[in-house]
């Protein structure tokens, strides 16, 4: 079985639901994310660095909205 892609994780952190779990989630997605942008020698496209930024927002907002602990 392979890794998880970035947006699998990213998607696993949007779909959270169990507030306990979520700091990690959106944590294991941005650090997936890092990953890919200093991983592969700027072979990102236009087109997924859009979508990076897009979930990077969303992450952002996760980590803004969620509930206290």
């Given at each position: 079985m ?49 979508r ?18």
């Amino acid at each position: 079985m392979s890794d998880p892609t970035w947006h699998e994780l990213y998607s696993a952190a949007v779909l959270e639901f169990d507030p306990s779990k979520l700091t990690e989630r959106i944590e294991i997605a941005r650090r997936a994310i890092h990953q890919r942008l200093v991983g592969h020698d700027g072979s990102v496209g236009a087109g997924e660095r859009e979508r990076i930024d897009d979930a990077l927002r969303g992450l952002w907002f996760l980590a803004k909205r969620r509930p206290a602990a």
